[in-house]
């Protein structure tokens, strides 16, 4: 069960932390994954983060601008978004792919105005 909040409206240059709270699942096993879909686009990955030892990938669009962490003690992962510009307006999704099945959260919406 995966639950993001921190979504908004914020004006291009702003910021936003996103979080995702997982539950019912092993947290600190698996990598986590922040993806995103714009209306009439396809979801993309933006960032992910591996169980262990810290390592991180972000979409180049995305590079120096946002960043992944997680704290396993509270099973949440999140994703701190500076500079935003009105191309990051989308769906945010967390995602853990567990025995090769893909779950997602509900999403929550980033609008960024320009």
């Known amino acids: 069960h995966l639950v993001e909040s921190g979504g908004g409206l914020v004006h291009a240059g702003g910021s936003l932390r996103l979080s995702c709270a997982a539950s019912g699942l092993s947290f600190e096993h698996y990598y986590m994954g922040w993806f995103r879909q714009a209306p009439g686009k396809e979801r993309e990955e933006v960032s992910c983060?591996?169980?262990?030892?810290?390592?991180?990938y972000y979409a180049d669009s995305v590079k120096g601008r946002f960043t992944i962490s997680r704290d396993n003690a509270k099973n949440t992962v999140y994703l701190q978004m500076n500079g935003l510009k009105p191309e990051d307006t989308a769906m945010y999704y967390c995602?853990?792919?567990?025995?090769?099945?893909?779950?997602w959260g509900q999403g929550t919406q980033v609008t960024v105005s320009s």
């Open positions: 983060i591996d169980s262990n030892y810290g390592r991180t």
């Open positions: 995602n853990v792919q567990i025995r090769g099945v893909d779950y």
